[in-house]
């Protein structure tokens, strides 16, 4: 059974060009009847123009799962760092 169970695992592959990532402080979403777009944005302060870094394009479904598993992961991420105060309100104190 255990062979079994290997056969169906998902091997997820990162490949070196994608390793390091992209930082992004901004997220633009819209959707369609069939998808959602999310754009990932890098705003640097004082610039008047913001680059696109990396576009994500999900199924509705897909879309849905990944609300699920950010909310399940900022939710273990305070329990083990402390509450993420929104920047309004964490300027307001």
Same mark, same amino acid.
């Given at each position: 059974? $255990?062979?079994? &169970?290997? +056969? ?8 070196? $060009? ?7 402080? =901004? %997220?633009?979403?819209?959707?369609? *009847?069939? &998808?959602? =777009?999310?754009?990932? @944005?890098? #705003? ?5 123009? #913001? *680059?696109?870094?990396?576009?994500? @394009?999900?199924? *509705?479904?897909? %879309?849905?799962? !990944? !609300?699920? #598993? !950010?909310?399940?992961?900022? +939710?273990?991420?305070? %329990?083990?760092?402390? &509450?993420?105060? *929104? ?7």
């Amino acid at each position: 059974m $255990e062979n079994k &169970e290997n +056969k169906n695992q998902l091997q997820i592959q990162l490949r070196p $060009e994608m390793a390091d990532g992209k930082y992004s402080n =901004l %997220a633009m979403i819209g959707h369609g *009847p069939n &998808e959602f =777009l999310m754009d990932f @944005i890098f #705003a640097a302060p004082g610039m008047p123009q #913001a *680059p696109v870094v990396s576009r994500v @394009i999900m199924s *509705p479904e897909n %879309a849905k799962q !990944l !609300l699920f #598993a !950010l909310t399940d992961n900022i +939710k273990k991420y305070e %329990a083990q760092f402390g &509450e993420i105060m *929104p920047r309004a309100a964490a300027g307001n104190n």
